[in-house]
């Protein structure tokens, strides 16, 4: 049987069977992960391996508290806040704004093929 991660449903439609998962976008070891837990086996067939990283992760702040003239009082590590943050919003925030090409840019078909 063959079947595409978008008609995936349940698990449970491959209780006790062998399954072979191919791919490695997240949706493909989402569903290995899945039916790894009623599957007698599974086994997942990538192109190369994926860097696996977890879906949230702590950010630790210190509080720094400064006294009446400006000082940080203390560095302690009780003064520190955790945060758990998404991993997308950890990684993909953009300290700069992204350059945008001038509106009166006109790219013609031979300024492409000159600049490529």
């Known amino acids: 049987q063959i079947s595409h991660s978008s008609t995936y449903q349940s698990n449970q439609l491959f209780k006790d069977k062998s399954v072979a998962i191919v791919g490695a976008s997240f949706s493909a070891l989402e569903i290995a992960a ?17 860097w696996v990283l977890p879906r949230w992760v702590p ?3 210190l509080l720094r508290n400064k006294d ?26 953009r300290t700069k704004a992204y350059p ?12 492409c093929r000159t600049r490529h």
């Open 34 to 50: 899945d039916v790894s837990k009623s599957a007698a086996r599974v086994v997942s067939i990538l192109p190369s391996v994926p």
């Open 68 to 93: 009446e003239e400006g000082n940080i009082a203390s560095k302690n590590n009780e003064d520190a806040t955790v945060t758990i943050l998404p991993i997308d919003l950890v990684l993909y925030q």
């Open 100 to 111: 945008q090409i001038p509106e009166t840019t006109f790219l013609d078909p031979e300024s």
């Open 59 to 61: 950010i630790i702040e």
